[in-house]
């Protein structure tokens, strides 16, 4: 069974930085896409960053030059480093994997939450 597990959230001022991670079942990451998505209140989940298997990484522009992705494949962890977080920064932050190309599904962690204060 595939399990996510998110860390790291928290409360932050505008401008200070957080780290998430996301702590996969090892035998996914090297094999599945992995990202972050998140939540702000009141409104629908939007993709944040993607990593592929082979390493191509997207980011949305709202995040681009402030958030980093990236994965150890050998601890099956998958992070999202943060700087100059913003109040619309604020969301449940989730870790995903979408390992549909090898037959299995699209999975979703349990969420952390970041609030960044003004």
């Known amino acids: 069974q595939v399990q996510l597990v998110e860390s790291g959230g928290g409360s932050v001022q505008a401008g200070g930085s957080l780290k998430l991670s996301c702590a996969a079942s090892?035998?996914?990451?090297?094999?599945?896409?992995m990202g972050w998505y998140r939540q702000p209140p009141g409104n629908e989940r939007e993709l944040v960053s993607t990593?592929?298997?082979?390493?191509?990484?997207r980011y949305a522009d709202s995040v681009k030059g402030r958030f980093t992705i990236s994965r150890d494949v050998a601890k099956g962890t998958l992070f999202l480093q943060m700087y100059s977080l913003k109040t619309e920064d604020t969301a449940v932050y989730y870790c995903?994997?979408?390992?549909?190309?090898?037959?299995?599904?699209?999975?979703w962690g349990q969420g952390t939450q970041v609030t960044v204060s003004s």
């Open positions: 995903a994997a979408d390992c549909r190309v090898t037959g299995w599904n699209f999975y």
């Open positions: 090892a035998y996914i990451v090297p094999v599945c896409g």
């Open positions: 990593i592929s298997s082979d390493g191509i990484i």
